[in-house]
């Protein structure tokens, strides 16, 4: 079975600047999505960005953007600018093609004002 | 546009009783699926539907059975609720393929339940 491990759980970030959130995988599928998303106090769950394996390239979501290598299964979440409503519990995700979706236990990020 | 939409947003039950979480999406997508979520653990799949009359199971399937009779909806059924299953519940869909925005979960705001 898929597993998503990230191993931060906290980190925190004074605001404006830019921080690093760390997440790995293991399938041994070749054609699969990332994502991260954000959950706020809210608890809602938000898109906030999604990579596909097939595209080499890193997606990236103004603010946002992603360090995707395939072969080390890494899938880094970059936030440049931090704003204070970027605090929230980060979730990194994984998605096979037939929908099977496993969620890491996710990081819990502070921006300091 | 409701996007996916979940009730009840909070429930307390007792040892043993049953219960349905409903969940409905406007949205018709194919994909449709249930997550717990507990403290430090993250979201775990519980079950999920590639479609009308499929499903299949998740992370952790067990004392909970789903069933899709429609596009529309997938409800989420607990049989016999155990104090384990307190829990804030997720439902999610998203269509499937490879066009622009499919396989993006839209998820619903979450039912809070407490089994005593």
């Given at each position: 079975?898929?597993?998503v491990t990230?191993?931060?759980?906290?980190m925190?970030v004074q605001?404006?600047?830019t921080?690093?959130?760390?997440?790995?995988?293991?399938?041994?599928?070749?054609?699969y999505?990332?994502?991260?998303?954000?959950?706020?106090p809210?608890?809602?769950?938000?898109?906030?960005?999604r990579?596909?394996?097939?595209?080499?390239?890193?997606?990236?979501?103004?603010r946002?953007s992603?360090?995707?290598?395939k072969?080390?299964?890494?899938?880094?979440?970059?936030?440049?600018d931090?704003?204070?409503?970027?605090?929230?519990m980060?979730?990194?995700?994984?998605?096979?093609p037939?929908?099977?979706?496993?969620?890491?236990?996710?990081?819990?990020?502070?921006v300091?004002? | 546009?409701?996007?996916?939409?979940?009730?009840?947003?909070?429930?307390?039950l007792?040892?043993?009783?049953s219960?349905?979480?409903?969940?409905?999406?406007?949205?018709?997508h194919?994909?449709?699926?249930w997550?717990?979520?507990?403290?430090?653990?993250?979201?775990?799949?519980?079950?999920?539907?590639?479609g009308a009359?499929i499903?299949?199971q998740?992370?952790?399937?067990?004392?909970?059975?789903?069933?899709?009779?429609?596009?529309?909806?997938?409800?989420?059924?607990l049989?016999?609720a155990?104090?384990?299953?307190?829990?804030?519940?997720?439902?999610?869909?998203?269509?499937?393929?490879q066009a622009?925005?499919?396989?993006?979960?839209t998820?619903?705001?979450?039912?809070?339940?407490?089994?005593?």
């Amino acid at each position: 079975a898929q597993t998503v491990t990230q191993s931060q759980p906290e980190m925190s970030v004074q605001e404006a600047e830019t921080v690093t959130l760390s997440c790995t995988y293991d399938t041994s599928e070749s054609d699969y999505y990332l994502f991260w998303y954000k959950q706020p106090p809210s608890r809602q769950m938000i898109l906030v960005i999604r990579q596909e394996a097939y595209k080499q390239q890193n997606a990236t979501e103004n603010r946002f953007s992603v360090n995707f290598q395939k072969a080390a299964k890494s899938f880094s979440l970059k936030i440049s600018d931090s704003q204070l409503g970027d605090a929230a519990m980060y979730f990194c995700a994984y998605r096979n093609p037939v929908g099977d979706m496993r969620f890491g236990a996710g990081t819990r990020l502070t921006v300091k004002p | 546009n409701a996007g996916v939409t979940q009730t009840p947003k909070f429930q307390v039950l007792k040892t043993g009783q049953s219960m349905t979480l409903q969940c409905a999406q406007d949205m018709n997508h194919e994909y449709m699926s249930w997550y717990r979520q507990d403290p430090g653990m993250g979201l775990r799949l519980i079950h999920y539907s590639v479609g009308a009359g499929i499903t299949d199971q998740g992370e952790v399937p067990n004392g909970y059975n789903v069933s899709r009779s429609t596009t529309e909806d997938f409800p989420l059924r607990l049989l016999s609720a155990a104090p384990s299953q307190t829990s804030v519940y997720f439902c999610a869909s998203s269509s499937l393929g490879q066009a622009p925005g499919a396989n993006v979960l839209t998820f619903g705001a979450g039912s809070r339940l407490t089994v005593l």
